[in-house]
C-alpha cells in the first residue's frame, strides 16, 4: 500500500470536498480517502498494482477539479502559502470593484426599498437602466467563479455552494433584466416593475467580502506549521579541509563536521564529537531548562546552543531530520478526519440538493397562495443563498488544525484526528515503569556474591555478567556493563557463544564454557534454581524500590544485583494531576510486585500489574477495556510496542525506541509525563471547540433556512431580504473559523512549571 498527499485545486464549498472524496473512493485499488477542505488536501491510500497517481489526478479532473502530487512539505507549504496570498489579491480586487459599485446602486434604489422619493440623488442614479450597466460587471466578472462554478458542477450532474449562489444571483438579475427590457410584461400582469440589481450586486460583495475574511482566517491556523518550518536554520558552518565555511542547509550531508557556536542554531541532527554545550531544546521538546550535551550526545536540528561551543556530526538531513518528521507528523494530522466529522459531511453531502428542493417549494407555495411573482422570487432567493455548507466543512478540520498545530508547541505530536478526539474520553492511564515513571537510567546500587566480598571474587564474577549483558540492549544490562567496568573489569570482555534472550526474563549464554544466566527470580525459580540463599537480602532491596537481577553459573546461583532507577522528577505531580482530572492511573511493569508497588507508592499509584511479561502487556490492557475502560497505554520501550498498539490511544515517550513511537497514536517527545496530562487537556479543549463549531453551523442552517422562506410572515409579517441572506451565509463560515482561532490561546490547567 502506498499514500500520497495532493493539493487540491478549485473547491469552492465543503460539497465540493465531498465530491471529490467520492470520486477518489470509487477507483479500484483505492482504500482510503480523506478530503480536508479547510487546507484544501487530499491524502490518499492505495495499492499501486490497482491505482497510480495518474489514474487518482484524473477522477479529481473528471469531478470538475485539479490535483497536484505533494512531494517535499516543505514546498507544498511555501506553494500553499503563495497560492493563497494569490487567491486573496484576486479577491480583493474583484471586492473592491464590486464593493465601490454595490455602495451606487443601493443608493440608486433606496426611493424603492424606503416607497419614498429621494431628492437628494440625481433622478438618473434611480434609473435600472444604469442599474443593470452597473450589476453585469458585478454578476459577470466579480461573480465570474461562483458560476463557472456552477457550470462545472452542473456539467457533473452535481450541485455545491456556488449552485446555490448562481441561481439565486441570477434569478434576481434575470428577473430585473426582463423587468427592465420589458415592463409591459409585469404591466399587463398588474406586477410592479421593481428590479433586484442592488441586491444581486450586494451578494456577490458580501460573499467575496466571506471568502476574503475566511481565506485570511484559515491561513492563521497553519501557523504552527509556519512557526515550526520557521525554525530551521538557514545556513551550517561545515568544516572542510581545516576550513570553516558557511553553507545553505540543504547543501549539508550525512557525515560533515558542523562547527556549533553559541547562540546558534543547531542546523541538522548530529552527535556531538568535540566539546560541550546546554541546548535550549523547547522548541521542539516543550521543554524549557536546557539540556547538557557533551562527546557522543545527540543533538536535535533547529534547536538552540546557549553557551559553549562544539563540532558536531551530521547524522540527520533534509527530510530525515527530527524537525521534518515532526512537521510532516502534524500536516498528515491536520489533513485527518475525526470520526465527529462523519455526521457533517453526511449533511454536507445533501445539503445543496435538499436546498435548492426547499427554494422550489417556496416559490410554489408563495406562488399559490399569494400570486405575486416579485414575493416569490425574493424569498427563494433569500432561501439559496442564505443556505451555506461551508460553515458545516470548516467546523471539524479547522478546529483540529488548530489543535494539532498546539500539541506540537507543547511536544505533543498526534498522528491523527481520531487519537485526537479519543484522547479526550480516556479514564484509565496505564504507564509503563522504566523510561516513563522512571528516569529509564539505572545504575547498579548494591552486588552480592555467594563466595564473598573478596576483591578477586567479585570481579572475576562480574566479568562473566558483563561479557554476557553486552551483548543485550536492554536498559539494565547497559547498567551493568557500566557497574563492571566502574569496579574495574578490564577491556576486551570474554566472547559470548549461544547467546540468548527471554522475553521479560533475562539473558543467557556460555562464557569460558561457563553457562551464565542473568534475569529475575521468577525466571530462576522456573528454571528449578534455588535461589535461597538471597532471599532476606532480596527482599529488603526490592522493599526499597530495587531491581534484582540474580546471577546463575552452571545452574547454580552466584551472586546478585541490586538496580535503582531514579523516579522523574515531576512523575508524582503528573499522576496527582491525573487524579485530580478523574483518571484512574495504573502502573504496568515486568518487575517484581514488591519493587513495582515501592515505586507504586512513591509516585501515588493504587493499581499495579507486576511481572507481566511483553506478550502480556497487551493481554491486560485488553483486561482493562473488558472492564468498559477507555485506556491509554504510556511506553517507551519495544516491548511495550503491542500494548501500545492495542490500548485505545497509545502514548510513547519520544526519548524511548523508535518501534514504541511507530506504534503508537501520541508521542510526547520531552518524556514529561506532564504531556500526558496536557495531551489529554488539549484533546477535551479541541473537541468541545468542534462542538461549538457544529453547533453553529447545524443551528444557523436549520433557524435561517426557513426564516428565508417567509416561516415568520404570518405571525409578524416580516420577511428576510436578500441582502441580509447573503451577508448572513458569508459571515456563518467567518464565525466557525474565527471559534476555531480561540483554541490558540489554550494553557494547560495542570503544568510540570
Known amino acids: 500500500m502506498k499514500s500520497i498527499n495532493l493539493q487540491l485545486k478549485g473547491m469552492g464549498c465543503a460539497a465540493c470536498a465531498t465530491k471529490i472524496e467520492k470520486a477518489i473512493q470509487t477507483l479500484a485499488g483505492v482504500t482510503e480517502c480523506s478530503?480536508?477542505?479547510?487546507?484544501?488536501?487530499?491524502?490518499?491510500?492505495?495499492?499501486?498494482?490497482?491505482?497510480?497517481?495518474?489514474?487518482i489526478q484524473q477522477a479529481v479532473a473528471d469531478a470538475g477539479y485539479g490535483a497536484e502530487p505533494i512531494i517535499e512539505l516543505s514546498a507544498s507549504l511555501d506553494a500553499e502559502e503563495k497560492n493563497r496570498h494569490n487567491e486573496q489579491k484576486k479577491i480583493l480586487n474583484k471586492l473592491v470593484v464590486s464593493g465601490v459599485i454595490s455602495v451606487i446602486l443601493v443608493v440608486g434604489s433606496l426611493p424603492m426599498m424606503l416607497g419614498i422619493n429621494l431628492h437628494i440623488f440625481p433622478a438618473w442614479l434611480?434609473?435600472?437602466?444604469?442599474?443593470?450597466?452597473?450589476?453585469?460587471?458585478?454578476?459577470?466578472?466579480?461573480?465570474?467563479?461562483?458560476?463557472?462554478?456552477?457550470w462545472k458542477s452542473f456539467q457533473h450532474r452535481s450541485a455545491d455552494m456556488n449552485t446555490l449562489v448562481a441561481l439565486g444571483t441570477g434569478a434576481a438579475y434575470l428577473y430585473s433584466l426582463v423587468a427592465t427590457v420589458f415592463p409591459g410584461l409585469f404591466h399587463a400582469q398588474g406586477l410592479a416593475t421593481d428590479v433586484y440589481y442592488e441586491a444581486a450586486a450586494v451578494i456577490i460583495t458580501l460573499i467575496l467580502l466571506g471568502r476574503f475574511l475566511e481565506s485570511r482566517a484559515r491561513?492563521?491556523?497553519?501557523?504552527?506549521?509556519?512557526?515550526?518550518?520557521?525554525?530551521?536554520a538557514k545556513t551550517a558552518r561545515v568544516i572542510k579541509n581545516g576550513q570553516e565555511v558557511d553553507i545553505p542547509i540543504e547543501a549539508v550531508q550525512v557525515g560533515d563536521i558542523i562547527l556549533v557556536r553559541p547562540?546558534?542554531?543547531?542546523?541538522?541532527?548530529?552527535?556531538?564529537?568535540?566539546?560541550?554545550?546546554?541546548?535550549?531544546?523547547?522548541?521542539?521538546?516543550?521543554?524549557?531548562?536546557?539540556?547538557?550535551?557533551?562527546?557522543?550526545?545527540?543533538?536535535?536540528?533547529?534547536t538552540i546552543n546557549k553557551t559553549g561551543?562544539?563540532?558536531?556530526?551530521?547524522?540527520?538531513?533534509?527530510?530525515?531530520?527530527?524537525?521534518?518528521?515532526?512537521?510532516?507528523?502534524?500536516?498528515?494530522a491536520q489533513g485527518s478526519k475525526a470520526p465527529i466529522q462523519k455526521l457533517a459531511d453526511l449533511v454536507t453531502g445533501w445539503f445543496v440538493p435538499v436546498v435548492i428542493a426547499i427554494a422550489i417549494i417556496t416559490f410554489l407555495i408563495w406562488l399559490n397562495f399569494t400570486g405575486n411573482l416579485t414575493l416569490a422570487l425574493v424569498n427563494t432567493v433569500a432561501v439559496l443563498i442564505i443556505a451555506c455548507p461551508c460553515a458545516l466543512g470548516l467546523a471539524t478540520p479547522t478546529s483540529i488544525m488548530v489543535g494539532t498545530g498546539l500539541g506540537a508547541e507543547h511536544g505533543i505530536l498526534i498522528k491523527g484526528a481520531d487519537s485526537l478526539e479519543l484522547a479526550c474520553k480516556i479514564d484509565t492511564i496505564v504507564l509503563d515503569k522504566t523510561g516513563t515513571i522512571t528516569q529509564g537510567k539505572p545504575t547498579v546500587t548494591d552486588y552480592a556474591t555467594v563466595a564473598g566480598t573478596a576483591h578477586q571474587n567479585e570481579i572475576k564474577l562480574l566479568r562473566l555478567v558483563a561479557a554476557l549483558e553486552a551483548n543485550s540492549e536492554h536498559p539494565l544490562a547497559e547498567a551493568v556493563v557500566h557497574y563492571a567496568k566502574s569496579q574495574g573489569v578490564s577491556l576486551p570482555l570474554p566472547d559470548v557463544v549461544d547467546f540468548a534472550?527471554?522475553?521479560?526474563?533475562?539473558?543467557?549464554?556460555?562464557?569460558?564454557?561457563?553457562?551464565?544466566?542473568?534475569?529475575?527470580?521468577?525466571?530462576m525459580n522456573e528454571l528449578g534454581i534455588n535461589t535461597e540463599v538471597f532471599a532476606q537480602k532480596n527482599e529488603s532491596w526490592e522493599a526499597g524500590g530495587k531491581t534484582t537481577a540474580w546471577i546463575a553459573v552452571d545452574g547454580e546461583i552466584e551472586g546478585l544485583l541490586g538496580i535503582a532507577d531514579a523516579i522523574k522528577p515531576q512523575a508524582a505531580?503528573?499522576?496527582?494531576?491525573?487524579?485530580?482530572?478523574?483518571?484512574?492511573?495504573?502502573?504496568?511493569?515486568?518487575?517484581?510486585?514488591?519493587?513495582?508497588?515501592?515505586?507504586?507508592?512513591?509516585?501515588?499509584?493504587?493499581?499495579?500489574?507486576?511481572?507481566?511479561?511483553?506478550?502480556?502487556?497487551?493481554?491486560?490492557?485488553?483486561?482493562?477495556?473488558?472492564?468498559?475502560?477507555?485506556?491509554?497505554?504510556?511506553?517507551?520501550?519495544?516491548?511495550?510496542?503491542?500494548?501500545?498498539?492495542?490500548?485505545?490511544?497509545?502514548?510513547?515517550?519520544?526519548?524511548?525506541?523508535?518501534?514504541?513511537?511507530?506504534?503508537?497514536?501520541?508521542?510526547?517527545?520531552?518524556?514529561?509525563?506532564?504531556?500526558?496530562?496536557?495531551?489529554?487537556?488539549?484533546?477535551?479543549?479541541?473537541?468541545?471547540?468542534?462542538?461549538?463549531?457544529?453547533?453553529?453551523?447545524?443551528?444557523?442552517?436549520?433557524?435561517?433556512?426557513?426564516?428565508?422562506?417567509?416561516?415568520?410572515?404570518?405571525?409578524?409579517?416580516?420577511?428576510?431580504?436578500?441582502?441580509?441572506?447573503?451577508?448572513?451565509?458569508?459571515?456563518?463560515?467567518?464565525?466557525?473559523?474565527?471559534?476555531?482561532?480561540?483554541?490558540?490561546?489554550?494553557?494547560?490547567?495542570?503544568?510540570?512549571?
Open 501 to 523: 534472550a527471554v522475553p521479560g526474563m533475562g539473558v543467557q549464554g556460555y562464557v569460558r564454557d561457563r553457562f551464565v544466566q542473568i534475569g529475575t527470580k521468577r525466571w
Open 573 to 753: 505531580a503528573a499522576v496527582r494531576a491525573m487524579h485530580k482530572m478523574g483518571l484512574e492511573v495504573v502502573m504496568l511493569t515486568g518487575d517484581n510486585r514488591q519493587t513495582a508497588a515501592a515505586i507504586a507508592q512513591e509516585v501515588g499509584i493504587d493499581r499495579v500489574f507486576a511481572e507481566v511479561r511483553p506478550h502480556e502487556k497487551a493481554d491486560t490492557i485488553k483486561s482493562l477495556q473488558g472492564e468498559g475502560k477507555i485506556v491509554a497505554m504510556v511506553g517507551d520501550g519495544i516491548n511495550d510496542a503491542p500494548a501500545l498498539a492495542v490500548a485505545d490511544v497509545g502514548m510513547a515517550i519520544g526519548t524511548g525506541t523508535d518501534v514504541a513511537i511507530a506504534a503508537s497514536d501520541i508521542t510526547l517527545i520531552s518524556g514529561d509525563l506532564f504531556g500526558v496530562v496536557t495531551a489529554i487537556q488539549l484533546s477535551q479543549a479541541t473537541l468541545n471547540n468542534i462542538r461549538q463549531n457544529l453547533f453553529f453551523a447545524f443551528i444557523y442552517n436549520i433557524a435561517s433556512i426557513p426564516i428565508a422562506a417567509g416561516i415568520l410572515y404570518p405571525l409578524f409579517g416580516w420577511l428576510l431580504n436578500p441582502i441580509i441572506a447573503g451577508g448572513a451565509m458569508a459571515f456563518s463560515s467567518v464565525s466557525v473559523v474565527t471559534n476555531a482561532l480561540r483554541l490558540r490561546h489554550f494553557k494547560p490547567k495542570f503544568t510540570s512549571f
Open 35 to 55: 478530503v480536508n477542505f479547510a487546507i484544501a488536501r487530499a491524502t490518499v491510500k492505495y495499492n499501486p498494482k490497482q491505482a497510480t497517481v495518474e489514474t
Open 126 to 150: 434611480h434609473s435600472p437602466w444604469l442599474q443593470l450597466v452597473l450589476t453585469t460587471p458585478i454578476l459577470f466578472w466579480c461573480g465570474q467563479s461562483f458560476f463557472v462554478g456552477a
Open 263 to 302: 547562540g546558534e542554531k543547531i542546523p541538522v541532527d548530529g552527535e556531538v564529537i568535540e566539546g560541550s554545550s546546554a541546548v535550549d531544546e523547547s522548541m521542539v521538546t516543550g521543554e524549557s531548562l536546557p539540556v547538557t550535551k557533551q562527546v557522543t550526545d545527540e543533538v536535535i536540528g533547529a
Open 219 to 232: 491561513g492563521k491556523t497553519s501557523e504552527a506549521i509556519k512557526k515550526l518550518m520557521g525554525l530551521q
Open 309 to 332: 561551543s562544539f563540532k558536531m556530526r551530521a547524522a540527520r538531513v533534509g527530510q530525515d531530520t527530527v524537525l521534518a518528521q515532526i512537521v510532516k507528523l502534524v500536516q498528515d
